[in-house]
């Protein structure tokens, strides 16, 4: 990339329209990206040209065009997430004898987009396809505590938000930044019989290259079958194929 400076801006304009919801002023891009005005006018010129970025005249903004929406469509379409986390969370299975899963935020739930069953295991409720209240759940817990507060409050702006399941599950928004508090004092989530009875997990989010959480590993164990230091044994390995997930799509922790 120091070879490629023009391709590096126009790479790091593109991040920071997609980091906000709004579009931007040529100024503004400009003074975030710390670049020149005729260098940033530059690159918004051959963007919007190649169909990557929209110039909203009337408004003298900036945001991305048709181009990036077929470039985020098309990686939905290949999946690469999915294709680069079944081999990793199949080893996972075999080298722990549980249950593995990946699941995904969707609103304030987790879609579940890989189950990797162990031999002798019992089937859970996290089937490929399944939602779960993000709350509720390891890997919606691990997701959650690593978004920023202010989207985690977007998400959940009051109690009527969250959703209980038997007893278990925040009441309040409060009770729920102290739980994701606590995950990230520990450095992984846990759940105990919130989705299953009898049924523990541990999770830890997988990130992006700009540490946005695009996915959350599972193991999911028999509560009673589990001690202390073998949950943390298992956590300690779910972090481990998270963090290879989160280098091998380009992120880190």
């Not at 987790?110 to 189950?115: F, G, H, M």
């Not at 690593?146 to 985690?152: D, G, M």
């Not at 028999?222 to 298992?234: K, Q, S, T």
């Amino acid at each position: 990339m120091a070879n490629a400076p023009a391709a590096r801006h126009a790479l790091q304009l593109l991040t920071l329209l997609a980091r906000h919801t709004e579009p931007l002023p040529a100024g503004s891009i400009a003074r975030e990206l710390g670049l020149p005005r005729s260098t940033t006018y530059h690159l918004l010129a051959v963007l919007r040209d190649a169909g990557f970025v929209a110039h909203l005249e009337e408004e003298r903004r900036y945001g991305l065009g048709v181009a990036a929406f077929e470039l985020g469509s098309a990686y939905q379409r290949q999946a690469p997430l999915q294709r680069i986390a079944r081999p990793l969370l199949g080893r996972l299975v075999d080298q722990t004898t549980h249950n593995a899963h990946l699941a995904v935020l969707h609103g304030r739930d987790v879609l579940y987009v890989i189950e990797e069953r162990a031999p002798g295991r019992p089937l859970l409720v996290t089937d490929v396809g399944v939602r779960l209240p993000a709350t509720l759940t390891a890997s919606g817990l691990a997701m959650l505590a690593r978004l920023p507060a202010a989207q985690v409050r977007a998400l959940f702006p009051h109690k009527d938000t969250l959703v209980q399941r038997d007893g278990h599950g925040p009441t309040s928004v409060s009770e729920l930044r102290r739980e994701l508090t606590i995950v990230r004092a520990r450095g992984y989530a846990t759940e105990d019989d919130s989705v299953s009875a009898g049924l523990s997990s541990v999770a830890q989010a997988v990130l992006d290259h700009t540490g946005h959480p695009v996915a959350g590993i599972a193991l999911t164990f028999p509560r009673d079958g589990v001690d202390d230091d073998e949950r943390a044994r298992l956590a300690a390995a779910v972090s481990r194929v998270a963090a290879t997930l989160s280098a091998r799509i380009g992120g880190g922790r």
